[in-house]
């Protein structure tokens, strides 16, 4: 059996040029990085401008197990599938990290046979997107230490300094570090923390940026510290927004690439779900619907984390909604939330399996309460048991929800006949009647446990001291009508990890709020989350090489 690297290499990709032509683009759209890839030109969202936007869907999921349960597989998959039903297709992605890649999941371009390519190049440097924010990110936080060291004549106080540095990397060892040791000459010390770089305000703005002024406004309303009398320091205060915006002129482009059969897709930042805001650039969304007829995007993790921040944060930042909603689910899934360990989820389990449906329910339930219609995709895994798929199919059969088997690993878009079928049938019934699950005048805390009782089933929150005084003075300053980006496990709909299925009777803690005026919401930590990932015993890195040829090997 092949690895999805070895599918990858053995693919024969058209020339991007042949790829933006069958999507309606010339070459002179294209800004080209090698044959296979391109950024598409400032010019490209204005010239499509006048086009009729095309039907949207949403792929999302239930809680995964630690390797994930392949959304992207999937959503790549439908994106095969649709053309090979003769529709007008494109899909919306994100960028993988490297902290992800070298980490626990290994690549994250799709898999098996319903993959993005090349493969190699978007998992790691692809076209220097993520080093621009992580550089746009780090020259913020060098010219606000730099302005301190030269006479801070806006009294930062180097306590109250909340924006951080980052890079695309798990590192634990650089979650809280001190700065400025050494002596005068090398800065003024104080405490400081990494994130990793899809967390960072900078990618978010990315994502939610409209254009080039846009962008540079959003980093403008950057906070970044406070005074020693408390008056809020942004990032125009520092005249660092210029500049930053030239680090981020051509990050700010989509990119388009394409999957093995293909389909174009474009890749366009990369924010995490369980810390960030999960879903890839309103911009190319934007331009998927306006060059396609169907245009399919994911949010990531479960629909308790990205699909919730696509409804309430993208949609509201964006003006765009849904026609249809694939929630992946997995035997895998389902028995891992059933209460079986990774490492025994190959063994047939129907016991297991009838307590994790549970988790399905709730994000079915989820899904309803934002007005729009659903289909479930079972994604196969060759240790699936013909029994184990029948219940899933029954349950949701039960429930009245459509559902179909997705067998895009092993046939591409094949395999994703019959998923694309009850996805065009929903999106011909047109019943979406999408709305968010709170309205912009909410008070923040309300947002907060609006979110926490509704979409992950809690009983209440407890917001500590410090978290409740940042959200009131965050009001106070004119900033409570924003929607709240809560970080949270992935792996529980609750911020405990430990409970898997479907909890009840749990109390969701808030630690700690800051907020991104940038990006237009407030960030909320819960449970343990880290904003900085660190590596696991064995991390994916350890297995990726480069052979005598020169081909990359081992990188998922």
């Known amino acids: 059996m092949l690895s999805d690297i070895e599918i990858a290499q053995a693919c024969q990709m058209r020339p991007i040029v042949e790829v933006a032509e069958a999507a309606g683009l010339s070459a002179e759209d294209l800004e080209l990085y090698g044959r296979y ?32 349960e392949g959304k992207t597989t999937t959503t790549v998959g439908l994106g095969q599938a649709m053309a090979k039903l003769g529709k007008k297709a494109m899909i919306a992605l994100r960028e993988p990290s490297l902290g992800p890649v070298f980490g626990v999941k290994g690549g994250a371009a799709g898999g098996g046979y319903a993959q993005v390519v090349p493969m190699e190049d978007i998992n790691l440097h692809f076209t220097g997107d993520m080093h621009a924010i992580t550089a746009a990110n780090n020259l913020l936080c060098a010219m606000l230490d730099n302005h301190m060291q030269q006479g801070n004549l806006l009294n930062i106080d180097p306590r109250r300094i909340i924006f951080t540095r980052v890079m695309d990397m798990n590192d634990r060892a650089l979650r809280n570090i001190t700065i400025g040791l050494g002596g005068k000459m090398n800065g003024v010390p104080r405490e400081d923390h990494f994130m990793i770089t899809v967390a960072s305000e900078v990618m978010a703005i990315l994502c939610l940026a409209s254009d080039l002024n846009d962008l540079k406004k959003r980093f403008g309303d950057i906070l970044v510290a406070y005074s020693y009398s ?37 890749m366009h930042g990369g924010p ?70 990774k490492a025994e989820l190959n063994a047939p389990d129907l016991q297991a399996l009838s307590r994790g449906i549970c988790n399905l329910d709730a994000h079915l339930d989820n899904i309803a309460k934002f007005g729009v219609p659903c289909v479930v995709a079972i994604n196969a895994f060759p240790s699936d048991t013909a029994e184990e798929m029948e219940f899933i199919g029954q349950h949701c059969a039960e429930r009245g929800v459509r559902v179909a088997l997705s067998e895009v690993f092993a046939m591409g878009g094949e395999g994703g006949r019959a998923l694309a079928n009850e996805v065009l049938a929903v999106l011909d019934e047109n019943t979406a009647d999408f709305h968010m699950l709170y309205e912009d005048t909410l008070p923040l805390e309300d947002k907060i446990r609006k979110i926490a009782k509704s979409i992950y089933g809690a009983l209440g929150v407890s917001i500590a001291p410090a978290a409740q005084k940042e959200l009131q003075s965050i009001t106070e300053m004119g900033y409570g009508a924003l929607p709240v980006c809560i970080a949270k496990t992935q792996y529980s709909l609750s911020d405990d990890p430990a409970l898997l299925g479907r909890p009840t009777e749990f109390i969701v803690n808030v630690r700690s709020a800051r907020l991104a005026a940038g990006a237009g919401f407030v960030v909320v930590e819960t449970g343990a989350i880290m904003t900085m990932p660190g590596l696991p015993k064995v991390p994916a890195a350890e297995n990726i090489d480069v052979a005598e040829n020169g081909k990359i090997v081992g990188l998922f």
Do not use: W
């Open 37 to 68: 890839k391109a950024k598409l030109s400032a010019e490209v969202m204005q010239k499509a401008a006048a086009n009729e936007d095309g039907k949207l869907v949403l792929v999302t999921a239930i809680n995964p197990t630690p390797a994930g």
């Open 230 to 266: 408390g008056k809020p320091i942004y990032a125009r205060d520092l005249h660092a927004e210029g500049a930053m915006t030239a680090l981020m002129r051509d990050a700010i482009k989509p990119n388009l690439v394409q999957t093995l059969e293909g389909t174009p897709c474009l």
């Open 272 to 341: 995490f779900a369980n810390i960030a805001h999960g879903c890839n650039s309103v911009q190319a969304t934007r331009l998927a619907l306006k060059l396609s007829d169907i245009a399919i995007t994911e949010a990531g993790f479960g629909a308790d984390l990205g699909a919730e921040k696509f409804m309430d944060i993208k949609c509201r930042k964006a003006g765009i909604s849904p026609d249809c909603v694939v929630l992946v689910a997995t035997v895998r899934a389902l028995k891992y939330n059933g209460g079986v360990p």
